[in-house]
């Protein structure tokens, strides 16, 4: 299930009464919950939630062609390594293995995501700043 989706499950029992609330997506589930009294889950209708689940679908919906980049840590993901810096790596450039492509923060630390191989960065499938997944990919290189 996507983090993103688990995040938004977390602001929106914050701003209501509930206390208690489970969310099944095929094989993935995960159930959220607080202590004090609260209005049960069951008495609450969520109607923005299909719009919710539309919305924060993965954006890439055909197969990933060449190397796919995955996220070896969940945490939020860096084009570059300062606001003001230019990003390490854009769609077209070319790559040595090794070299930085992102920054992923997990746990205040910075882990610099390097290159498996060398080629041509094909895709960016991450946004600036968008909290990642393990094994979520990242970048594809050909």
Request: some cysteine; proline content about 8%; hydrophobic content about 40%.
């Amino acid at each position: 299930m996507d983090i993103r989706k688990v995040k938004k499950l977390i602001e929106m029992m914050e701003e209501s009464d509930i206390s208690e609330i489970e969310i099944k997506e095929g094989d993935d589930s995960v159930r959220i919950s607080r202590g004090g009294l609260g209005v049960p889950v069951s008495d609450v209708k969520l109607p923005e939630h299909n719009v919710m689940v539309d919305r924060l679908k993965p954006a890439v919906d055909k197969p990933l062609m060449g190397h796919v980049v995955g996220a070896p840590m969940v945490g939020t993901f860096y084009l570059a390594p300062s606001p003001s810096s230019p990003p390490f790596v854009e769609v077209g450039d070319v790559v040595r293995e090794g070299e930085t492509l992102c920054i992923i923060e997990s746990m205040k630390m910075m882990n610099q995501i390097k290159a498996e191989q060398a080629g041509k960065i094909e895709a960016i499938l991450v946004g600036n700043e968008e909290p990642v997944e393990f094994d979520q990919p990242l970048f594809t290189i050909s």
